[in-house]
């Protein structure tokens, strides 16, 4: 059935029907959304769950530095926190407080600022609050879940809920969090008062040494697969160097291709589809299982539907 564009409640914000969202992706794949939701705040937010019929898929969106979206698009609303509101964050003693749509780096520079210690990690992760908070996303070291006090959310149904940090069920890049809640507001607790040029030096550091590594100019994901292991275990292994054991090194698929320069990252050569990234991922995970009887996870998510032949 066609999707119903017109009968959707009023909005504050914007709403834009049969949306490109390749755009927001950072991989730059995928067909449109039915309809792209840009709310004004959170109270727009709520009102417009609340009148939208139950039946209608909602999917939230950050700055898509973990995602695949599939060709076929995305179906039913995609809400898209950015800008100015969604971005805000402030600072009382040793808490932060920031809206979901605040990009990591803004918060660690923020926090180093504000001469907050402890949250300079989140330099390192390109996505948003509201995104760290799927994946429990984390890096040097720290991640999402050693630092955060609690947050707000809206439900499927408008409903405005306040959380602890145990109703995110966190573990090693995974949440229990439903699918159907949007983090509006997270509150993270720093470690302690810190000198805040040490901590811009910190957080330059860590760029630095991502710059080195990463293909981070690259149309990419970021990890494309989480390490067997979670950090603290014993003889951890990594995802990257069971893709570098399994020959994948630069493999390609049409467009898509595994990073030479760091091997658990897929990138988008220039023309590649949400197919051949999501196929080339696949034969990465087969090649690992065949050499190493390792089943990788993806970290990447995939959203979306297949694109009809
Ligand atoms: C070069 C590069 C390096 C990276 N390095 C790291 C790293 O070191 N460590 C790491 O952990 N990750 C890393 N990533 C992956 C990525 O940056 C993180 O997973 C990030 O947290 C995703 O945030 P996002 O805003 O881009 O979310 P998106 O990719 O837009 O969405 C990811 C998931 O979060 C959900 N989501 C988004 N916003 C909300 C919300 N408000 N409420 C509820 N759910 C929401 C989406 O529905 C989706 O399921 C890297 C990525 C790249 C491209």
């Known amino acids: 059935m066609a999707f119903d564009f017109a009968s959707l409640p009023a909005v504050r914000g ?66 898209r926190l950015a800008g100015g509101y969604w971005g805000n964050v402030e600072s009382e003693g040793l808490l932060l407080a920031a809206r979901a749509g605040a990009l990591d780096l803004s918060v660690a520079k923020y926090a180093a600022r504000s001469g907050l210690s402890g949250l300079s990690f989140f330099s390192g ?6 995104g760290a908070t799927r994946t429990n996303a984390g890096c040097y070291g720290r991640e999402l879940k050693d630092v955060l006090a609690g947050a707000r959310a809206v439900t499927r149904g408008g409903e405005v809920v306040e959380l602890t940090p145990e109703h995110f069920g966190f573990s090693y890049r995974h949440s229990e969090l439903p699918e159907d809640l949007i983090v509006t507001t997270l509150i993270l607790q720093a470690d302690g008062e810190g000198d805040p040029e040490a901590l811009a030096e910190e957080i330059a550091a860590h760029q630095a040494r991502r710059a080195e590594t990463q293909p981070i100019k690259d149309k990419t994901s970021g990890s494309t697969f989480a390490n067997p292991d979670p950090p603290d275990t014993e003889n ?3 995802a990257w160097k069971l893709v570098d054991a399994a020959g994948c090194r630069g493999l390609k698929v049409g467009g898509a291709q595994v990073s030479e320069k760091h091997c658990n990252f897929l990138i988008n050569t220039g023309d590649a589809t949400a197919a051949d990234l999501e196929a080339l991922g696949e034969l990465v995970r087969a090649r690992v299982l065949d050499t190493s ?8 998510r995939r959203i979306g539907r297949l694109k009809a032949d």
């Open 236 to 238: 951890q292994r990594s």
């Open 293 to 300: 009887g390792v089943e990788l996870r993806w970290e990447v």
């Open 14 to 79: 914007k709403l834009i029907e049969n949306a490109p969202l390749a755009p927001y992706t950072w991989f730059r794949v995928g067909g449109p959304a039915d309809a792209l939701f840009l709310p004004a705040d959170e109270e727009d937010l709520s009102q417009f769950l609340t009148a939208l019929p139950e039946d209608v898929p909602v999917t939230v969106l950050g700055v898509g530095s973990n995602l695949i979206v599939r060709d076929g698009g995305i179906e039913g609303v995609v809400v």
């Open 125 to 130: 992760i390109p996505g948003t609050l509201g």
